[in-house]
Structures are given as C-alpha cells and as structure tokens.
C-alpha cells in the first residue's frame, strides 16, 4: 500500500523561480528517495537521503528530511521548462524487505517558460 | 548510470492473447527486479519483487496466474500478462537493483498495454 503523500498534487510555476513539493510517510525508514517521471516515459532517480541525514545537494536539487516529522522537501531552485514532469517520493522502510519501495502519489510540476 | 531496457514500449492486441514484457539490465546485475503498474495519473503501484532464480514475491490482490513472473538471470526479468482483457490496460514498468541496501532502484521505461 502506498504510504507517501506528496504536496501539492500540482504545482505550476514560471522558469526562474524555485519549486518546493513535499513528502510525508508514516513508517520508519532506512531511506527516502526522489525521482522523476516525464510523461509516458520510466522513472528517473534524482536522489537518496539517508534516515541519519538531514540534507543533501546535488546541482539544482536540495533535498531535505526530517525524521521527527516523518517528511521531506525537494527544492527544484532556478526552475527550467525541462523541469516539468512528475515527482515521486520513495521510501524503503526499515520492516520491509529487499530494497522495497513504497511510492507517494507524487506532485506533477509545471514550469512555464 | 546503470541502464535498465524495457520492451516493447506498447502493445496492442486483441481480448484473451497473452503478451510478455521484457526487462534488461545493461550494464549491471539485477539481482532483484520490481514489476510495477501505474494508472493515468497516479502513482506506482508494485505488483510483484522477482530475485534471480527463485519465485517471485506478489503482491496482495495481484493475481500470479494472470501475471506470470520469470527472472532466470541476473540480467533479463519477464512478465507474461496471460490472457489480457481490457481491463489489464495499464502502463506497465519494471525496475532493477543490485540488491545492495540504500541503492537506488533503475527503472526501464515502460510498456504501454492497450488491450482491445
């Protein structure tokens, strides 16, 4: 069962500006991790944060986890109109076995150029 | 980055045929491959965990006689959609990983199934 909730479900911006989506779980989890879905196509792993992380970088990406609060944060900054797709939070929980994620039900972001 | 290759990428085919998707790793071994189904705009849902050489893992409420999963090496995942109606009209994905703990799961890029 799908244990993520992301928000917001749709997100439409202008290029430029930043893109925040959020991710919330209920379980305990070893990681969380982000990926990216154009439309029709596979997904695509942007980033894995660690249950004893906080934050992580990568390019225009900042990823933030707490663990108190059971949710994350992508931060898509200097938005680009190659940037809009879907964005799915995933989590591996620590009771589950063999590197199984559950999925959120993602925020389709829209950038408009 | 590691490459997983899916295909066909869409099907199109008539009530009761059986059709298989392959799924391939290309440039790294596969020891656990997910077999997922997601519907216009929502997200993924898993149906089944194959690890080479043993039986696969489905789901609750995925049928394993409607979805038969075969992972025979450490490269190569198939699923067989046996006699499809249209309701098994779906876009299909599969996904591999090397089974390491924290290690991002690869994903091919889909099957279009559109049964008539």
């Known amino acids: 069962s799908q244990q993520g909730e992301e928000d917001p479900q749709a997100l439409s911006i202008q290029e430029g500006e930043n893109a925040t989506m959020n991710c919330s779980y209920k379980?305990?989890?070893?990681?969380l991790q982000w990926y990216r879905q154009n439309s029709g196509r596979g997904l695509v792993h942007l980033i894995l944060i660690r249950s004893n992380e906080r934050e992580k970088h990568s390019g225009r990406l900042r990823v933030t986890l707490d663990t108190s609060k059971k949710s994350s944060s992508l931060l898509i900054t200097a938005s680009r109109a190659a940037d809009t797709a879907s964005y799915f939070c995933a989590t591996d929980g620590v009771e589950t076995s063999g590197s199984r994620l559950t999925f959120g039900e993602g925020t389709q972001l829209t950038v408009n150029p | 980055g590691a490459v997983v290759s899916q295909h066909p990428s869409r099907v199109i085919c008539k009530s009761g045929t059986s059709v298989k998707i392959e799924c391939r790793s290309l440039?790294?071994?596969?020891?656990?491959m997910f077999w997922y189904r997601q519907f216009p705009k929502q997200s993924l849902m898993l149906m089944a965990t194959?690890?080479?050489?043993?039986?696969?893992?489905?789901e609750q409420g995925v049928e394993k006689d409607k979805f038969l999963i075969n992972h025979a090496s450490l490269t190569l995942s198939t699923l067989t959609v046996t006699s499809a109606h249209p309701e098994d009209s779906s876009f299909y994905i599969c996904?591999?990983?090397?089974?390491?703990?924290?290690?991002?799961?690869?994903f091919g890029d889909g099957t279009r199934l559109s049964i008539l």
């Open positions: 996904s591999g990983t090397g089974g390491q703990g924290n290690q991002p799961q690869h």
């Open positions: 379980t305990s989890i070893n990681n």
């Open positions: 194959s690890n080479e050489g043993s039986k696969a893992t489905y």
């Open positions: 440039d790294f071994q596969a020891t656990t």
